[in-house]
């Protein structure tokens, strides 16, 4: 098993931008697909972005593609989301997942087995 935080969420203007961190703990963070997904109130949650284990493959959300970036540290046990030309629709709370296998390529929530407690991003304009 794998235990997972998020942090780097905040307040900002739109057009600025925000990196969120996710720290795992655990031997085995290098196995796992992560991903980040996200929820708005009174919305479903939704897929942001995810990564393979080794960082080659990574996939986005139309919504995000160009503007946010994901990537990981495993020497580090770090996921990040580099997050640019944040938008008002971009408010939601910000969640990290893993998922077990060298890639993940569903990006349905019931698809990742562990969850961060998530972090607010609010994106005023």
């Known amino acids: 098993q794998v235990q997972l935080v998020e942090s780097g969420g905040g307040l900002v203007q739109a057009g600025a931008s925000l990196r969120l961190s996710c720290a795992a703990s655990?031997?085995?963070?290098?196995?796992?697909?992560m991903g980040w997904f996200r929820q708005a109130p009174g919305k479903e949650r939704e897929f942001v972005a995810a990564?393979?284990?080794?960082?080659?493959?990574?996939s986005y959300a139309d919504s995000v593609k160009g503007r946010f970036t994901i990537s990981r540290d495993n020497a580090k046990n770090t996921l990040y989301l580099q997050m640019n030309s944040l938008r008002a629709d971009d408010t939601a709370v910000y969640y990290c997942?893993?998922?077990?296998?060298?890639?993940?390529?569903?990006?349905?929530?019931?698809?990742?087995?562990?969850w961060g407690q998530g972090t607010q991003v609010t994106a005023s304009s």
């Open positions: 997942a893993a998922a077990s296998g060298v890639w993940m390529s569903s990006k349905k929530v019931s698809a990742f087995n562990y």
């Open positions: 655990g031997r085995t963070f290098s196995t796992y697909t």
């Open positions: 990564i393979s284990s080794s960082g080659a493959i990574t």
